[in-house]
């Protein structure tokens, strides 16, 4: 199964940018659609930037389009997170997921029960 590690993640202010990493290992990372999602204290977990196995499709959420970028690099086994011009509303913990044989439309808007590969996450903390 594979297995997923994130990192990068922190206290920045308002305004600030961090770039967060999804590294991969057990199985390659190339036939999975890779997705970030993030759960906010009090609240659901929301599939926030989802990227396909060639990185030729990306999806974002409402709310972190223009600011935030999805990308891959399958050599190196990593996918990445930036994210620029960032808000107290972007303040939790941020997942990383894969999964085989789907669309970032499904992986970021669909069910959740159906991912098998979770990060443990990394907690953004977005405060002056």
């Known amino acids: 199964q594979l297995q997923l590690v994130e990192s990068g993640g922190g206290l920045v202010q308002p305004g600030g940018s961090l770039r967060l990493s999804c590294a991969a290992s057990g199985f390659t990372l190339d036939y999975d659609v890779i997705g970030w999602f993030r759960q906010a204290p009090g609240k659901e977990r929301e599939g926030v930037s989802c990227i396909s196995t060639s990185g030729g499709r990306t999806k974002y959420a409402d709310s972190v389009k223009g600011r935030f970028t999805i990308s891959r690099d399958n050599a190196k086994k990593t996918v990445y997170l930036q994210m620029n011009s960032l808000k107290p509303e972007d303040t939790g913990v941020y997942y990383c997921?894969?999964?085989?044989?789907?669309?970032?439309?499904?992986?970021?808007?669909?069910?959740?029960?159906?991912?098998?590969?979770w990060g443990k996450g990394t907690l953004v903390t977005v405060s002056s």
């Open positions: 997921a894969g999964k085989l044989f789907t669309t970032v439309q499904a992986m970021c808007a669909g069910p959740q029960s159906g991912i098998n590969s």
